[in-house]
């Protein structure tokens, strides 16, 4: 890449070096009286860095769990006097000494992490390699949850869960038979479920950063009220005279009610 040329009475030496190392160079005179005339020069090319993952295949795109160690990270530095590192999650550092350049650490914070690592020193242009670290988030899944309860049968909207703040979604809804409920939403369809009450467990999976948890709630879903009559047959349908006791009338009152009241009874005649 480097050549002589003469022109002129001036030997010019000039041109881009393609190889490294060290050359001595010795110009001589052509042609005229004897001896040649000699004069000579050294040039020295030095090589461009190099960066050289010493490290194990894959170490450059690692995936860890947050708060937990990755697997160290090494390059060789050849032809330069440093090394930096930069786009590293918090936690995580690189280190030079002595032609090697270590990333190691723990990281504090998730996200995927894009890498760059730049020689210092050495001829122009740097050397870089780049590498990803991708660190998911650990956590403690929280499951909490609740249901207005108890819900009449016949409501017009159906119950839906309510989670606890910080609550983790992605977990499965489920419930025993007699009630219809979407694993997914924990909406329970009122429709198609029957009265009673039923414990409704949320489950969470575990993750490769987290374990799996779970929580339950009871939630109560209330029949029509019901009025049945207990008493003898025909006794709600009586004829008596003034004065006259009149057959005792029973009902049970069943349902969701808790009560009852009675209207349009002749003076003397009373219900409790």
């Given at each position: 890449?480097?050549t002589?040329?003469?022109?002129?009475?001036?030997?010019?030496?000039?041109?881009?070096?393609t190889?490294?190392g060290?050359?001595?160079?010795?110009?001589?005179t052509?042609g005229?009286?004897a001896?040649?005339?000699?004069?000579?020069g050294t040039?020295?090319?030095?090589?461009?860095p190099?960066i050289t993952l010493t490290s194990?295949?894959?170490?450059?795109?690692?995936?860890?769990?947050?708060?937990v160690g990755?697997?160290g990270?090494?390059?060789?530095i050849?032809?330069?006097t440093?090394?930096?590192v930069?786009?590293?999650?918090?936690?995580?550092?690189?280190?030079?000494?002595?032609g090697?350049?270590?990333?190691?650490?723990?990281?504090?914070?998730?996200?995927?992490?894009?890498?760059?690592?730049?020689?210092?020193?050495?001829?122009?242009p740097a050397?870089?390699?780049t590498?990803t670290?991708t660190?998911n988030?650990?956590?403690?899944?929280?499951?909490?949850?609740s249901?207005s309860t108890?819900?009449?049968?016949?409501?017009?909207?159906?119950?839906?869960?309510?989670?606890?703040?910080g609550?983790t979604?992605?977990?499965?809804?489920?419930?025993?038979?007699?009630l219809?409920?979407?694993?997914?939403?924990?909406?329970?369809?009122?429709s198609?479920s029957?009265?009673?009450?039923y414990?409704?467990?949320?489950?969470?999976?575990?993750?490769?950063?987290?374990?799996?948890?779970?929580?339950?709630?009871?939630?109560?879903?209330?029949?029509?009220?019901?009025v049945?009559?207990?008493?003898?047959?025909?006794?709600d349908n009586?004829?008596v005279?003034?004065?006259?006791?009149l057959?005792n009338i029973s009902?049970?009152?069943?349902g969701?009610?808790t009560?009852a009241?009675?209207v349009?009874?002749?003076?003397g005649?009373?219900?409790?």
């Amino acid at each position: 890449g480097v050549t002589g040329s003469y022109a002129a009475g001036v030997l010019t030496i000039s041109g881009t070096p393609t190889a490294s190392g060290t050359f001595n160079y010795t110009v001589t005179t052509t042609g005229g009286c004897a001896p040649a005339a000699t004069a000579t020069g050294t040039i020295t090319v030095t090589p461009l860095p190099i960066i050289t993952l010493t490290s194990a295949a894959g170490t450059t795109a690692q995936t860890v769990c947050q708060n937990v160690g990755i697997t160290g990270i090494t390059y060789s530095i050849t032809n330069a006097t440093g090394a930096t590192v930069a786009g590293l999650p918090a936690g995580v550092t690189g280190s030079y000494a002595a032609g090697v350049l270590t990333i190691s650490g723990t990281p504090t914070a998730s996200g995927t992490f894009n890498y760059t690592v730049t020689t210092t020193g050495g001829c122009a242009p740097a050397a870089t390699a780049t590498g990803t670290i991708t660190v998911n988030p650990s956590m403690m899944p929280v499951t909490g949850f609740s249901y207005s309860t108890p819900v009449c049968i016949n409501a017009g909207i159906n119950p839906t869960p309510t989670g606890v703040v910080g609550f983790t979604t992605g977990g499965i809804y489920s419930s025993t038979a007699g009630l219809t409920i979407n694993g997914v939403t924990g909406e329970i369809t009122l429709s198609t479920s029957s009265a009673g009450t039923y414990t409704v467990t949320y489950f969470y999976p575990s993750t490769v950063c987290g374990p799996a948890g779970n929580s339950t709630f009871d939630i109560t879903i209330s029949p029509l009220p019901s009025v049945v009559l207990t008493s003898v047959a025909a006794s709600d349908n009586q004829t008596v005279c003034v004065n006259s006791v009149l057959t005792n009338i029973s009902y049970v009152i069943g349902g969701g009610a808790t009560g009852a009241t009675v209207v349009g009874l002749p003076a003397g005649v009373t219900g409790s």
